[in-house]
């Protein structure tokens, strides 16, 4: 696999690589690249090098880098008030809450800080609903909720629960789309089924038709909660506000994260207002939890989505990135299968995806690589028509050049 020629890194990026290298955990794998400045889809590195970002923050820069809108309502929220705990109330935090309420199911608001904190909260939910006699929950291979030790272990992907055992007790994994074997998992200790509409690190793969339909039916018949993990593909990303919406399904319990505030960190849990009272004053907490700060971009982000009619753009956009992708893969054997669901985009190769990545990165490009050969691509939901095509044009060099060399 090419790699970026080290003795090419600038003096400004080294100097900052070797802080890293003495006083950063070196739990992620890394590009030798330093980012200083972005704005919409473009991002730029201490060398002043400019990248077309088809992946911005990994999903949290739903609106691309430093929207206007959400840097406003930040700053001006800032220097008024940063963060109060949640014994008192705040304006920001009821008025987040409102929006997402009327934008879904009309429920109830939990807010915290991350993905896998608002899954945590989910299955907290699931066990005080029945008092924990009801601890089981049925999640699905392929299937990606989070790191801390219960959403790991919600996470039916051995990779991750490599050396970390004894998991959390009560998980039982079934293939994805797999109704049947949902219904053979199902006892009197089950009591949730949880899983993403649209897998995102299982390599975007919509749930297969019918499935969210029969996990409804399921729980409904045997008094189970269904939660659907949205931190990827909701808020806006995929054309409607939540995933759950193209499939006329209504879960009891979503999770939110990623760009639930346009690349602030900001997580939430919506429920029904039934269900919200097993959640007692006591039984759970998040210090940083729906701060004014998050509630303030949360905020913003939806509005600016509103004003800048940003679902509709997404339906157009993606229609674009559709027609681009299934073109190259009309002409390039190594692209098996083009996945779009608004702007979470799959692109399945038959050739290794990191060489793929590497190759979009040196004709400053940024892409992801998921499950080996799958190249996601999460795009801002206001890319334009311009950059949609400037970066399937250097993403198909980048999958034929790497495909001519496999
Ligand atoms: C990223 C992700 C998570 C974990 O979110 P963190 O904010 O990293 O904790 C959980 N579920 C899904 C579907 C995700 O994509």
């Not at 789309?177 to 649209?198: C, F, N, R, S, Y």
């Amino acid at each position: 696999m090419a790699t970026i020629d080290t003795t090419s890194i600038g003096d400004k990026t080294q100097s900052v690589i070797d802080v890293f290298n003495r006083y950063v955990v070196p739990n992620y794998k890394r590009f030798p690249v330093c980012l200083v400045r972005g704005l919409g889809s473009k991002v730029w590195d201490a060398e002043g090098a400019e990248y077309l970002d088809l992946f911005p923050g990994w999903g949290c820069n739903l609106l691309g880098h430093c929207p206007e809108p959400v840097v406003r309502a930040v700053q001006e929220q800032v220097a008024k008030l940063i963060h109060v705990p949640n014994t008192w109330y705040t304006e920001p935090q009821g008025e987040w809450a409102r929006l997402l309420a009327e934008r879904s199911f009309g429920g109830q608001a939990f807010f915290c800080n991350s993905g896998t904190e608002a899954n945590e909260a989910a299955i907290k939910l699931v066990r005080l609903r029945t008092d924990g006699r009801r601890y089981k929950i049925i999640t699905f291979k392929g299937g990606f909720h989070g790191r801390t030790m219960g959403s790991v272990t919600a996470t039916a992907q051995p990779k991750y629960h490599e050396g970390l055992g004894p998991m959390l007790a009560g998980f039982q994994y079934a293939p994805h789309g797999d109704l049947d074997a949902v219904e053979k998992l199902v006892d009197d200790q089950t009591g949730g089924i949880l899983v993403e509409p649209i897998l995102g690190e299982g390599g975007v793969v919509p749930a297969p038709p019918g499935f969210l339909e029969g996990l409804r039916r399921i729980a409904d018949e045997r008094d189970l909660l269904l939660v659907f993990d949205e931190v990827q593909c909701g808020c806006g990303r995929t054309g409607k506000w939540f995933g759950y919406q193209h499939f006329g399904v209504t879960p009891d319990i979503i999770t939110l994260a990623k760009s639930l505030c346009a690349g602030i960190a900001g997580g939430a849990m919506l429920t029904t207002v039934e269900l919200a009272k097993h959640l007692r004053p006591g039984m759970h907490a998040s210090t940083f939890g729906g701060n004014p700060i998050a509630a303030a971009a949360g905020v913003a982000a939806i509005e600016m989505i509103e004003n800048e009619h940003l679902l509709d753009h997404v339906d157009r956009t993606a229609e674009l990135f559709r027609q681009r992708l299934l073109d190259l893969k009309e002409k390039c054997d190594a692209v098996r299968d083009v996945r779009v669901a608004g702007m979470m985009i799959g692109v399945e190769l038959s050739i290794d995806g990191a060489a793929v990545v590497q190759s979009a990165l040196e004709k400053n490009l940024l892409v992801n690589c998921t499950q080996g050969r799958v190249i996601r691509l999460l795009p801002s939901m206001n890319i334009t028509a311009d950059d949609v095509n400037d970066g399937c044009d250097r993403l198909s060099d980048a999958i034929i050049e790497v495909a001519s060399r496999a």
